[in-house]
């Protein structure tokens, strides 16, 4: 619903405008009628109308220089010009305002009506391109502060390569290549939003002495301080500001300033309080029934929660024990795992893992860390399949068809005659069960493919494209930015850096 301002000094006039508006327009409102020039100046700075019908001749100033002296302050507010005249000079003022039409009184019904839907129109594609360029901003921040979460949880298991630290540089605008790390966490028995509130406000406070960026990780808050400026006063800040949070404690990990090549060095120095802290306190029982949460929450066809879960309890383990204690403990945890899934499922889906054999085999936690992810992303679309034998039939068989024929040219069509159906009411199955449309569920599918087939390095971008089922390796590209936020050849090129 639009705001409509009357400006005229005569009462027929207004009387008029209102009743057409109330009577007759569903999307305009009146909100207002001012008698001259001073007044509306007043009222549409008050106000706020949408759009504003103002009469030339009115007492006071006049309606071009009503406009002159809003329009600086209220430069979206629609104005049309209203005279008993046709006067060229009066348009040819007008025009530097941004007025949006002139019409000569006396106002029929029938043209009002007629500009109030151009005015809606335009108001329309106004409010259209606002809300895009909102989506967008927020979009930027969203993906900003993705970046920013798995840039500073990757430290807490790596040395970034060189790539990756430029990139957050300039992301963030950060001027040096010495960071800290320090972990803070909340102890005592309070809730998790509390907890949260708590790292928040230490975050807010800090930041008025130090510049820093922080992550959540298992519970705890990660704070990476670059050294752009001093950080000698900075424990003496940081323990400042906890101890004002009284009568709340905390456990402080503190590490030293390095340089890119040693960042997980600090972030081991911080871990050090906390990896005391529960060897002391961690019970047989304890453990075990976090194992068990763990795999509950893996079992779960939930990929951003799995992950941030999983990938924090292992970054714990490979901090607190030696690499081969570690290792076992992983190889505890997916024993556990595998014997709560359907060995049936597993078979058909060809999900085959010897956890003993192939875990105890790596010899680096970098080749720890591609191992599970690997591993996780498989066990969410076995997840997936297993959630999906609530669905009905028909969508159960036309997911397996588009598995199975991912590679070929499918339409929703193609794959709706397969199973006698109409378009439609696959295409409204997969909005109702799966949340999403076909050709979406599709192109996530061959993109998943596509990352395969990249980590593997035996096929060549545009040979990766045909192979998954795209006709045209360029819109293969830009299907892949468009839903990964990256290029296929950006994530290669990470890849073999990562290889490095």
């Not at 924090?312 to 997916?334: P, R």
Request: aromatic share 10%; hydrophobic share 40%; net charge neutral.
């Amino acid at each position: 619903m639009y705001q409509v301002m009357i400006v005229d000094d005569e009462e027929p006039v207004l009387d008029s405008f209102a009743y057409i508006l109330q009577k007759d327009v569903t999307d305009f409102t009146l909100c207002g009628k001012a008698r001259s020039g001073t007044e509306a100046v007043g009222m549409i700075q008050e106000l706020l109308p949408d759009l504003v019908f103002m009469d030339i001749q009115i007492p006071g100033i006049d309606g071009i220089e009503a406009i002159r002296q809003i329009r600086p302050r209220s430069p979206n507010t629609v104005f049309i010009l209203a005279t008993a005249y046709e006067r060229f000079d009066i348009a040819q003022k007008a025009i530097p305002l941004g007025v949006f039409s002139y019409m000569v009184k006396p106002i029929s019904r029938k043209a009002l009506l007629e500009e109030l839907s151009k005015v809606k129109n335009h108001l329309d594609q106004i409010r259209n391109v606002d809300y895009r360029r909102m989506e967008d901003v927020q979009l930027l921040k969203k993906k900003k502060e993705e970046e920013k979460n798995r840039f500073l949880r990757s430290l807490i298991w790596r040395n970034p390569d060189d790539n990756a630290w430029k990139e957050f540089l300039k992301l963030f605008n950060i001027n040096c290549n010495l960071a800290a790390l320090y972990l803070i966490e909340s102890v005592g028995d309070i809730s998790e939003d509390l907890k949260i509130d708590l790292y928040e406000s230490v975050t807010e406070k800090i930041q008025y002495k130090h510049r820093c960026l922080d992550t959540f990780v298992a519970g705890r808050m990660l704070l990476f301080f670059p050294e752009e400026q001093s950080l000698n006063n900075l424990d003496y800040h940081l323990q400042k500001i906890l101890n004002k949070l009284n009568p709340y404690s905390f456990i402080l990990g503190k590490g030293g300033i390095y340089p890119l090549s040693r960042l997980h060095t600090s972030f081991s120095e911080a871990f050090k309080p906390f990896a005391t802290a529960e060897k002391k306190e961690k019970s047989y029982s304890a453990e075990r029934e976090r194992l068990q949460l763990i795999c509950n929450s893996m079992l779960k066809a939930d990929n951003s929660g799995t992950r941030n879960m999983f990938e924090d309890y292992w970054v714990e383990i490979f901090n607190s024990f030696s690499f081969s204690v570690a290792l076992g403990k992983m190889v505890a945890l997916f024993t556990t795992l595998l014997d709560k899934l359907d060995t049936h499922l597993l078979t058909a889906l060809d999900f085959t893992i010897y956890p003993a054999e192939e875990i105890m085999s790596l010899n680096s936690v970098e080749e720890w860390q591609q191992w599970s992810s690997n591993i996780v992303r498989r066990l969410n679309e076995v997840n997936k399949v297993s959630d999906q034998q609530s669905y009905p039939r028909p969508l159960i068989a036309a997911l397996a068809y588009i598995r199975e024929n991912y590679q070929k040219p499918l339409q929703l069509s193609l794959v709706a005659d397969e199973y006698g159906i109409t378009g439609s009411y696959l295409s409204r199955l997969f909005k109702e069960h799966l949340g999403t449309n076909f050709i979406d569920y599709l192109n996530q599918l061959r993109l998943k493919k596509a990352i395969t087939l990249l980590e593997s390095k035996k096929y060549p971008i545009k040979e990766i494209a045909y192979i998954v089922g795209y006709q045209d390796p360029n819109y293969c590209s830009r299907i892949f930015r468009r839903h990964m936020g990256i290029s296929p050849s950006d994530l290669e090129k990470r890849g073999v850096n990562n290889d490095k």
